[in-house]
């Protein structure tokens, strides 16, 4: 009896802690419910459902495509591409030997580069492997699904001009903020606006699907340049031709619109390729037309003989006597080439002779000559927008020396750059209307100022055409299509110690047509090596390949096969 109570209590006994057991484990499990989903007490459901969020939800940014540059008729001088840069959470990643050699195989790397890399960020939760594939490489990546990899979508800045645009359209860093030229001066304009979506991803990164997209990117405004890529390619190649010819250290030429004040094209030499920025040389990256300075030489003359006739006290019939081929300025003796005798006025620009230019320049008050080089825009900013632009250097006197005022007349003692000195060609050819110059694309042309009489103007056009004439000085300048007209400069090149020996800055400044005036155009030419170092040797030949190919692509009717005006615009004031 005792037996069989014990073996009923002991079954009875199992059944209660049985049951015991169950009701203490149903009383937590609800209790933890409780606490969860009514108390929040601890994590709570906030908790967890964070926490599973942060698994499964990412935030993405989609990036806004940055705004095109192009020229003036629309052709793409900067473009966006997008591209995705391929990274890896090293610290989740796992992968077989196959995805590995899979993955080296699309990325075009060696699979142990990326084994190596791997290891040395293994405890790190960003690594780039490689940076801006194609979308296609970036799918075929991510049908691997290996966990850890990732792709991260942006955009890619290409350059179709590459060096023949460089220094006028810049470039962009890593992250897409410009850093030189028109890149970096409408920076703010061309960003784009990101967007943002919200995805649903696994737990091995990949996308499950788009859950919402609160935010769809904006892209940045499109630019027009007031370049004309055609013009932009013909000016660079004459440029570079000529630079390699003469072995010269740099060079520059800018084209101007002279009804517009529009620049059309402007190149340099060096250039670089904004699509290569490894093999980048800063040296080469800066916009010397508008950046660097020079001293103008005898490009000045024109301008100076314009100051005379306004004074009034010349014309271009009146004789100079340049007798014996020298002149004494103070301490100072300045010198022909030849002894040129008794001659006019054109005839001093015809020559280009320092000794008649002297002796009308101290004919004058000594303001005079100051005052329309300041009305043509030397020392005034041409508001390009460029980094490192320069205006130039003016000499201001209160008192003018002699020898001032004679250097000024022919270019020394004053700097300007390519981009200024074009700027005052223009304003001649364009009767001595100055315009503002742009470097976007105007829907009308901009106000100009009259600073010059245009009769005054007219006359020394007429002289300027005899600088490309047969006896001039620029023969080399001339077109068999097109008249042109114009003046050479050649000065020795300044360094930090002042004038180099046996270094020159060789430069043809013009315009053409010159019965009807379209383009102004400034060749310069730093440093050429060799016999041939003057303006009407090495830039007067620049000069005249791109205003006879310039004219053409502008549908400019040649005018050197129509008949001669029958009356000159040369008109005699008298002395």
């Not at 609160?214 to 004459?238: H, T």
């Not at 300041?374 to 320069?390: H, K, V, Y």
């Not at 299509?481 to 050649?490: D, I, N, Q, V």
């Not at 155009?521 to 205003?547: H, L, M, N, Q, T």
Request: proline content about 6%.
């Amino acid at each position: 009896m005792m037996a069989s109570f014990k073996r009923w209590l002991s079954a009875e006994w199992r059944f209660v802690l049985v049951a015991v057991g169950l009701l203490l484990l149903v009383m937590s499990l609800v209790g933890r419910m409780l606490i969860l989903q009514v108390l929040d007490i601890t994590h709570g459901v906030d908790f967890l459902k964070r926490q599973g969020d942060s698994r499964t939800v990412r935030v993405e940014k989609i990036p806004g495509p940055r705004g095109m540059l192009t020229d003036r008729n629309g052709v793409p001088l900067a473009i966006s591409t997008p591209v995705v840069d391929i990274i890896a959470d090293p610290a989740h990643l796992v992968f077989t030997e196959d995805e590995l050699q899979q993955l080296a195989f699309l990325l075009e790397m060696p699979a142990a580069d990326i084994q190596n890399k791997l290891e040395r960020y293994q405890a790190k939760r960003y690594m780039l492997i490689k940076r801006e594939v194609s979308p296609i490489i970036a799918d075929a990546v991510a049908e691997l699904r290996i966990k850890g990899i990732s792709g991260e979508e942006k955009y890619r800045r290409f350059y179709p001009g590459g060096e023949v645009t460089s220094h006028l359209v810049g470039y962009v860093d890593r992250k897409g903020r410009g850093q030189e030229g028109f890149e970096n001066t409408y920076n703010t304009a061309l960003q784009g606006d990101d967007g943002k979506r919200v995805l649903l991803k696994d737990l091995h990164d990949r996308t499950i699907k788009v859950l919402r997209q609160p935010k769809d990117p904006e892209p940045g405004d499109d630019i027009a340049l007031s370049v004309d890529m055609r013009l932009q390619y013909l000016a660079y190649r004459e440029l570079k031709t000529a630079v390699a010819k003469h072995r010269a250290d740099a060079g520059s030429v800018v084209v101007l619109d002279i009804h517009t004040g529009e620049v059309l094209a402007m190149v340099n030499q060096p250039a670089f390729n904004p699509n290569d920025r490894n093999r980048m040389n800063i040296a080469s990256v800066r916009n010397r037309a508008v950046t660097d300075v020079f001293e103008p030489g005898s490009t000045v003359k024109p301008l100076a003989v314009l100051a005379a006739l306004e004074a009034g006290k010349f014309a271009p019939d009146s004789e100079i006597d340049t007798n014996p081929g020298y002149v004494r300025v103070g301490s100072k003796t300045l010198l022909d080439p030849v002894n040129y005798g008794l001659i006019d006025v054109t005839k001093v620009i015809t020559k280009s002779s320092q000794v008649g230019m002297t002796k009308i320049a101290l004919a004058l008050e000594p303001e005079v000559v100051p005052n329309m080089l300041r009305r043509l825009g030397f020392a005034q900013p041409i508001d390009s927008g460029i980094p490192g632009e320069s205006t130039g250097y003016f000499p201001y006197r209160e008192r003018w020396r002699k020898i001032e005022q004679a250097s000024l007349s022919f270019g020394h003692g004053v700097s300007v750059t390519a981009a200024q000195l074009a700027r005052a060609y223009a304003t001649v050819a364009a009767r001595g209307e100055i315009r503002p110059v742009s470097f976007v694309k105007l829907s009308e042309p901009s106000k100009g100022e009259q600073v010059v009489a245009p009769a005054l103007a007219d006359q020394v056009i007429e002289m300027a055409k005899t600088v490309v004439g047969p006896t001039g000085t620029a023969r080399k300048a001339a077109s068999d299509l097109y008249s042109a007209a114009g003046k050479t400069g050649t000065t020795h090149k300044v360094g930090a110690k002042g004038y180099e020996a046996g270094k020159y800055i060789s430069i043809f400044a013009g315009f053409a047509p010159a019965d009807n005036p379209q383009i102004a155009v400034v060749v310069v030419v730093d440093d050429p090596k060799g016999r041939e170092y003057y303006g009407g040797e090495v830039a007067a030949p620049v000069f005249s390949a791109i205003i006879e190919d310039s004219l053409r692509l502008l549908n400019v009717a040649p005018d050197m096969l129509l008949p001669k005006p029958a009356e000159s615009r040369l008109v005699s004031r008298g002395m």
